[in-house]
C-alpha cells in the first residue's frame, strides 16, 4: 500500500488528460501562487519533559505552491508545502515534512457523469493522550506523517420533474508513516434518491449504502449497511418537519450490543430566513438515543455556527474528514496563501488505533469584526469516545479565544487562549492543558512579512510523569509571488 502515489498518478493521468482535453479553456482561468517561508523556533523544552527539560533550536524551511481553478467543467483547489527541518542539539527529527489539501470536481460528461478526487498530508497524533502542543516541533515521538485520499465517481440524473438520483462509488485510503499505526482502505457503494421539482409541499428522500473496511494486518472486514427513507412537510416558508425510518446491519468486532437495529425518528428544520438555519433530529439507532442539530447565523460582521452529531465511526473516517489547510475563512472569503499557514494538529484527536467507536461531537464558533481594526475569534468543543471493542472511554472538551489588532496598515498584534480537559477513562488519567500566545506581524511589502511569536504551554496531568510545560518564541519570514 506504500506505493499509493505512484499508483494513484498514473491510473489518474489518462483521466486528467481527457477531461482537460474536453474543456477548451483549460489552459486559461488557473490561479496560482508560491511562497517561501523560513522559520526559527526557541524552545525551552523540546521533549515535553516533566523533569528533565531540554532547550533547542528549531529551524524550518518550507517552499509552497497554491493552484486553482473555477472553470465550467473542472474545479480545483491545491495547495502543497514541502518542509525541511534541522534542530541545532537533536538529529534524530531531522526528516522532510509533507502538507497537503487538494480537491478536484470535475463534470466528465454533461450532466451525467462526475468526478470528486481529494487529497490531504500532515502530521497526526499517534496518541492523544500522550504530549503534545499542537504542532510537529517538540521531539516527542508522538506525531506521524499521514496521508489520505479519496476518489468518487458518480451519476447525478435528474429523472424529469419527480425525482433526483444520484449513485456514486468511493475508494479511499489512509496512510500512515509511522509503522505501529495500520493503514486502511474502504470501498463504498452510495444511492440517493430524492424529490423533485413537483414535490414543493412533501419532499422525500431515500438513501442506502454499503461500505467495506479493509485494515493491513486485520484478519476480517468491517461492514456497513445502511438504507434511510425521510419524508417532509413545509407548513410554510420558515418550518419543515419530517419524519424517517431506515435499518442498518453493520458488521464488526465488538464487546457491546450488536451493531444491527432499526432506525427511525423525527426532526424539523427552521429558517426564520435567508441568514439563518436551525436542524433537529432526535431518534433511534442500534447503540440507543440518537441526535443531531446543527445552527448557522450570519450578519455582516459575525458568524455563528454551533453542531452536535452522534456517530459510528473510527479515527480513519475523522482524519479523511481533515484539511490540513484552511482555505476559507469564517465568512466563507478564501484565503490568500492557505499553505503559508503552519498545519495544525489538533489535541481533540483520536488515537490512531483500530478501534470502532461512537462519537458524540459538540461544536461552537463565534467570529465577529469589531469594527476596521479588531477581529475576535471565540471557540468550544466537546468530544466523547465509546469503544466499542476495547470497552475504553475518553471525553474531552475545551475553549479557544483568538483577537486580532490592526495598529496600521502594515503592522498587526495577536492574542490567543486555549484551555482543553480530557478524562481518559478508567486507569488512564485525567489532563488539563492550556496555552497563551501573543504575536505581531510587520508588512515589509505588499507580499513579503515578518512575525515574532512568544508562547507559554502547559500540561497538568494525574499520570506520573507527564506534567510539563514549555516556553517557545518564534521568528519568521514569509514572501510569496
Not at 517538540?138 to 506525531?143: A, E, I, K
Not at 438513501?207 to 467495506?212: E, L, Q
Not at 511569536?453 to 519570514?477: K, Q
Amino acid at each position: 500500500m506504500k506505493s499509493w502515489k505512484g499508483s494513484l498518478a498514473i491510473s489518474l493521468l489518462p483521466l486528467t488528460l481527457f477531461t482537460l482535453a474536453n474543456d477548451s479553456r483549460a489552459v486559461d482561468g488557473w490561479e496560482s501562487q508560491a511562497a517561501l517561508t523560513v522559520r526559527t523556533v526557541v524552545s525551552d523544552n523540546i521533549h515535553l519533559s516533566d523533569d528533565d527539560k531540554d532547550s533547542d533550536i528549531n529551524f524550518r524551511i518550507t517552499p509552497s505552491i497554491g493552484l486553482s481553478k473555477d472553470g465550467r467543467y473542472n474545479r480545483v483547489r491545491f495547495n502543497y508545502g514541502l518542509s525541511f527541518q534541522k534542530y541545532l542539539d537533536e538529529a534524530a527529527d531531522e526528516d522532510l515534512k509533507h502538507d497537503l489539501t487538494a480537491s478536484w470536481h470535475s463534470e466528465l460528461y454533461r450532466d451525467l457523469f462526475y468526478l470528486d478526487v481529494n487529497a490531504n498530508a500532515g502530521q497526526s497524533l499517534i496518541s492523544n493522550s500522550g504530549p503534545g502542543t499542537g504542532d510537529d516541533i517538540n521531539t516527542t515521538g508522538n506525531t506521524t506523517q499521514t496521508y489520505t485520499y479519496s476518489i468518487s465517481p458518480y451519476i447525478r440524473r435528474s429523472l424529469g420533474s419527480v425525482a433526483e438520483l444520484e449513485l456514486r462509488f468511493k475508494h479511499d485510503e489512509v496512510i500512515h508513516d509511522n509503522a505501529a499505526s495500520r493503514d486502511s482502505s474502504s470501498q463504498m457503494f452510495q444511492l440517493d434518491l430524492s424529490s423533485g421539482r413537483d414535490f414543493q409541499k412533501i419532499g422525500w428522500n431515500i438513501d442506502g449504502s454499503a461500505k467495506r473496511v479493509k485494515r493491513d494486518g486485520s484478519g476480517s472486514d468491517d461492514k456497513y449497511r445502511k438504507i434511510r427513507a425521510e419524508i417532509s412537510y413545509a407548513l410554510n416558508s420558515n418550518w419543515r418537519p419530517h419524519l424517517y425510518v431506515g435499518y442498518e446491519d453493520n458488521d464488526f468486532t465488538t464487546n457491546t450490543d450488536t451493531p444491527r437495529d432499526s432506525i427511525y425518528g423525527a426532526g424539523v428544520t427552521w429558517t426564520p430566513g435567508p441568514r439563518t438555519t436551525l436542524r433537529l433530529e432526535y431518534g433511534h439507532r442500534f447503540y440507543g438515543r440518537d441526535g443531531s442539530f446543527s445552527l448557522s447565523h450570519r450578519q455582516r460582521r459575525s458568524v455563528l455556527t454551533a453542531s452536535f452529531s452522534r456517530d459510528i465511526t473510527s479515527s480513519r473516517e475523522e482524519l479523511l474528514q481533515r484539511q490540513t489547510f484552511v482555505l476559507v475563512d469564517a465568512f466563507g472569503n478564501p484565503v490568500a496563501n492557505p499553505a503559508l499557514a503552519v498545519g495544525a494538529i489538533a489535541l481533540d484527536s483520536p488515537d490512531l488505533s483500530n478501534d470502532i467507536y461512537i462519537l458524540d461531537s459538540f461544536r461552537l464558533g463565534y467570529t465577529v469584526q469589531m469594527g476596521r481594526r479588531d477581529t475576535v475569534d471565540l471557540s468550544a468543543h466537546h468530544s466523547r469516545r465509546d469503544n466499542q471493542r476495547t470497552g475504553g472511554e475518553e471525553t474531552r472538551w475545551g475553549l479557544g479565544a483568538n483577537w486580532s489588532h490592526s495598529f496600521t496598515a502594515n503592522l498587526s498584534g495577536k492574542l490567543n487562549l486555549s484551555w482543553e480537559t480530557a478524562d481518559e477513562g478508567t486507569g488512564s488519567g485525567d489532563d488539563d492543558r492550556w496555552s497563551l500566545g501573543l504575536g505581531v506581524v510587520q508588512k515589509l511589502s505588499e507580499r513579503t512579512s515578518f512575525s515574532f511569536d512568544l508562547r507559554h504551554a502547559n500540561r497538568d496531568s494525574s499520570t506520573p510523569g507527564s506534567d510539563y510545560s514549555e516556553n517557545r518564541a518564534t521568528l519568521t519570514l514569509s514572501t510569496s509571488w
